[in-house]
T-cell receptor, first 110, second 114 residues
């Protein structure tokens, strides 16, 4: 069983602030890393993916990967109330199996 | 539009009954997956298939069965052997080996026990 760990939260941030979400994983052979956003009762939506060490930016989102520390994070700049959701970290193994953390609930307060 | 279609959206199972959840994709993806999500929990892998007529058990396959007779379709049967089937079931697909191995999800099926 591949372990993917996330703080369950809730993480509360004021509107306009930076939200920082963190994830650690157990298998050093993991090759791909994903962040999904899930609204209550809905299916997960892919918002970021990263395959190499370093930072990857897409709009207000930045994914950060540190394979040596087995750590991946998601930064959300200028947080909006519509960003309030559960964020799932997923780790890909051999590019054909994906393991998920239990998610971090984010609340953005107006 | 390309995507993954799951049906039904809601499903109720009587005790001792088998039920089948449908999953169809038109993304031309080779790999398809079934995950189960319990409230406040992450996703747990039930079964996955990388090619037609082949599939592998995931971490929680007991009480479930699948088939992959067509590339587009990967139905999941929840059998009477699954004693706690109430959960949100998610079908997903990806295209391994393309350099773009992202996982995409259908809209899910909520299964409840009567």
């Amino acid at each position: 069983q591949k372990e993917v760990e996330q703080n369950s939260g809730p993480l509360s941030v004021p509107e306009g602030a930076i939200a920082s979400l963190n994830c650690t994983y157990s298998d050093r052979g993991s090759q791909s890393f994903f962040w999904y956003r899930q609204y209550s009762g809905k299916s997960p939506e892919l918002i970021m993916f990263i395959y190499s060490n370093g930072d990857k930016e897409d709009g207000r989102f930045t994914a950060q990967l540190n394979k040596a520390s087995q750590y991946v994070s998601l930064l959300i700049r200028d947080s909006q109330p519509s960003d309030s959701a559960t964020y799932l970290c997923a780790v890909g193994f051999n590019f054909n199996k994906f393991y998920f953390g239990s998610g971090t609930k984010l609340n953005v307060k107006p | 539009d390309g995507g993954i279609t799951q049906s039904p959206k809601y499903l109720f199972r009587k005790e001792g009954q088998n039920v089948t959840l449908s999953c169809e994709q038109n993304l031309n993806h080779d790999a398809m997956y079934w995950y189960r999500q319990d409230p406040g929990q992450g996703l747990r892998l039930i079964y996955y298939s990388q090619i037609v007529n082949d599939f592998q058990k995931g971490d929680i396959a007991e009480g479930y069965s699948v088939s992959r007779e067509k590339k587009e379709s990967f139905p999941l049967t929840v059998t009477s052997a699954q004693k706690n089937p109430t959960a949100f079931y998610l079908c997903a697909s990806s295209n391994p080996g393309t350099g773009d191995e992202k996982l995409f999800f259908g809209s899910g099926t909520q299964l409840s026990v009567l």
